[in-house]
């Protein structure tokens, strides 16, 4: 067992453990937890909360989380002089499973993103994000019912690997002298230049990670949203490998819509229908018929933009949860940022991370304690307890604080 310096190991539990994607879950895990930047801290008090009411409703004295903490972000620097120490790292590394709120990354200078240098170090390759509506939250949609989809973003490749140089440097001149001289291609002097590295691997897993899925919840279609009109070897790189994966390991298990449309009438009804949509005509297709889709893989950036704008569908990123995984570790997450003006007012809503605790539970095939909390969310919400951001949506709601959200939600999962 690793030797912390900063992070205290609690006794008496045990570790999960991993292997090619299947993890072994102990009655009593450790589970590593970031609180977060901003609001991060007075959105983790309400959701561990909500996460050991639901354990102990559900198991009662068989299970429990051992909770251990572990530091990033601005905490982490004013500790330790490092946003990402090392043992924070190897932590998720030797207990597999963690749960963390929102980090601070600047714009424009400074360190990249934690949220990248964490899915980097660990090979999170897939960010999925569920997006479904809640009843009762006010939303800009006429029918936002109709959208219930699970999207499968690639999570460490594309511009997100973070190889680029600033405009002016001597490295950005190097790379443009040396493409125009070896391969032709003009690029204006004084550029910035970013490389957005695809590869067959890396599409082609979470490709396979989205079908699985759908064949194993019994979805009817998985849909590659990409801009392979335009970027034809990456991102039409993107959609290729995801029918050659198709083709290559589950046959009979899934078909494409081209060969469901040449089929007709003789089509099959059993398997699982795999297709494609350029990026700009998926968001509108979001918008005019969402309810043809269910399971959305995507490269990096594309499922970046279309997971908030497809949350702002349904209420806002306040009750979008998020999971980043791979088949040695999983780590789940706010999907919204740290609001610092906000911080320890006691008033954001806690949902984003609540339900990223039902994304871990579930992962972890604790599907009672997830189940649970879904109901005291849905119970909570249905009774227009909520906080401010969906109070305002939400005519003759009760605005409550963070604390006071948590509470209803662990009040429903009761009744």
Same mark, same amino acid.
């Given at each position: 067992?690793?030797?912390?310096?900063?992070?205290?190991?609690?006794?008496?539990?045990?570790?999960?453990?991993?292997?090619?994607?299947?993890?072994?879950?102990?009655?009593?895990?450790?589970?590593?937890?970031?609180?977060?930047?901003?609001?991060?801290?007075?959105?983790?008090?309400?959701?561990?909360?909500?996460?050991?009411?639901?354990?102990?409703? $559900?198991?009662?004295?068989?299970?429990?989380?051992?909770?251990?903490?572990?530091?990033?972000?601005?905490?982490?620097?004013?500790?330790?002089?490092?946003?990402?120490?090392?043992?924070?790292?190897?932590?998720?590394?030797?207990?597999?499973?963690?749960?963390?709120?929102?980090?601070?990354?600047?714009?424009?200078?400074?360190?990249?993103?934690?949220?990248?240098?964490?899915?980097?170090?660990?090979?999170?390759?897939?960010?999925?994000?569920?997006?479904?509506?809640?009843?009762?939250?006010?939303?800009?949609?006429?029918?936002?019912?109709?959208?219930?989809?699970?999207?499968?973003?690639? #999570?460490?490749?594309?511009?997100?690997?973070?190889?680029?140089?600033?405009?002016?440097?001597?490295? $950005?001149?190097?790379?443009?002298? @040396?493409?125009?001289?070896?391969?032709?291609?003009?690029?204006?002097?004084?550029?910035?230049?970013?490389?957005?590295?695809?590869?067959?691997?890396?599409?082609?897993?979470?490709?396979?990670?989205?079908?699985?899925?759908?064949?194993?919840?019994?979805?009817?279609?998985?849909?590659?949203?990409?801009?392979?009109?335009?970027?034809?070897?990456?991102?039409?790189? @993107?959609?290729?490998?995801?029918?050659?994966?198709?083709?290559?390991?589950?046959?009979?298990?899934?078909?494409?819509?081209?060969?469901?449309?040449?089929?007709?009438?003789?089509?099959?009804?059993?398997?699982?229908?795999?297709?494609?949509?350029?990026?700009?005509?998926?968001?509108?297709?979001?918008?005019?018929?969402?309810?043809?889709?269910?399971?959305?893989?995507?490269? #990096?950036?594309?499922?970046?933009?279309?997971?908030?704008?497809?949350?702002?569908?349904?209420?806002?990123?306040?009750?979008?949860?998020?999971?980043?995984?791979?088949?040695?570790?999983?780590?789940?997450?706010?999907?919204?940022?740290?609001?610092?003006?906000?911080?320890?007012?006691?008033?954001? #809503?806690?949902?984003?991370?609540?339900?990223?605790?039902?994304?871990?539970?579930?992962?972890?095939?604790? #599907?009672?304690?997830?189940?649970?909390?879904?109901?005291?969310?849905?119970?909570?919400?249905? $009774?227009?307890?909520?906080?401010?951001?969906?109070?305002?949506?939400?005519?003759?709601?009760?605005?409550?604080?963070?604390?006071?959200?948590?509470?209803?939600?662990?009040?429903?999962?009761?009744?």
């Amino acid at each position: 067992m690793t030797q912390y310096k900063h992070a205290k190991v609690p006794a008496g539990a045990d570790r999960i453990e991993a292997s090619g994607g299947k993890f072994s879950i102990p009655d009593h895990p450790v589970i590593p937890f970031i609180e977060g930047d901003g609001t991060g801290p007075d959105i983790w008090r309400a959701s561990v909360r909500v996460f050991d009411a639901a354990v102990q409703i $559900a198991y009662g004295a068989k299970r429990k989380i051992a909770w251990m903490e572990i530091l990033a972000g601005e905490k982490a620097f004013k500790t330790t002089g490092e946003w990402l120490p090392a043992e924070s790292i190897e932590a998720v590394r030797e207990f597999k499973v963690a749960i963390k709120g929102p980090l601070t990354t600047p714009i424009g200078g400074g360190f990249r993103s934690l949220n990248v240098a964490l899915r980097q170090e660990l090979d999170l390759y897939a960010c999925i994000r569920p997006v479904r509506y809640f009843t009762g939250v006010g939303a800009p949609m006429k029918h936002p019912e109709k959208l219930n989809i699970m999207i499968f973003r690639e #999570n460490v490749e594309d511009v997100y690997s973070g190889i680029e140089f600033r405009a002016g440097s001597p490295e $950005a001149e190097k790379l443009r002298s @040396f493409i125009e001289k070896e391969f032709s291609e003009k690029i204006r002097k004084g550029s910035a230049i970013g490389i957005k590295p695809m590869s067959p691997f890396g599409s082609k897993r979470l490709v396979k990670m989205a079908l699985e899925y759908a064949l194993k919840n019994n979805k009817k279609s998985v849909t590659m949203m990409h801009k392979g009109n335009i970027m034809k070897f990456t991102e039409g790189g @993107f959609r290729d490998w995801g029918y050659e994966v198709a083709r290559d390991e589950f046959k009979n298990l899934v078909v494409t819509e081209a060969d469901l449309n040449k089929a007709g009438s003789t089509a099959r009804a059993d398997a699982v229908i795999l297709k494609d949509r350029i990026a700009d005509s998926m968001f509108q297709q979001l918008l005019l018929r969402p309810e043809d889709y269910e399971v959305i893989a995507t490269p #990096n950036l594309n499922g970046d933009y279309l997971s908030d704008a497809a949350a702002a569908q349904v209420g806002g990123l306040g009750i979008a949860p998020g999971g980043n995984v791979g088949d040695e570790a999983a780590v789940f997450e706010a999907t919204h940022g740290t609001a610092p003006k906000y911080a320890g007012l006691d008033k954001i #809503n806690p949902g984003s991370v609540i339900l990223s605790g039902v994304m871990m539970f579930q992962h972890m095939g604790w #599907n009672e304690a997830a189940t649970l909390i879904v109901k005291g969310v849905e119970k909570a919400i249905a $009774a227009g307890t909520v906080t401010y951001d969906l109070a305002r949506q939400m005519p003759g709601s009760t605005e409550v604080s963070t604390t006071g959200f948590g509470d209803a939600v662990i009040t429903g999962m009761r009744s």
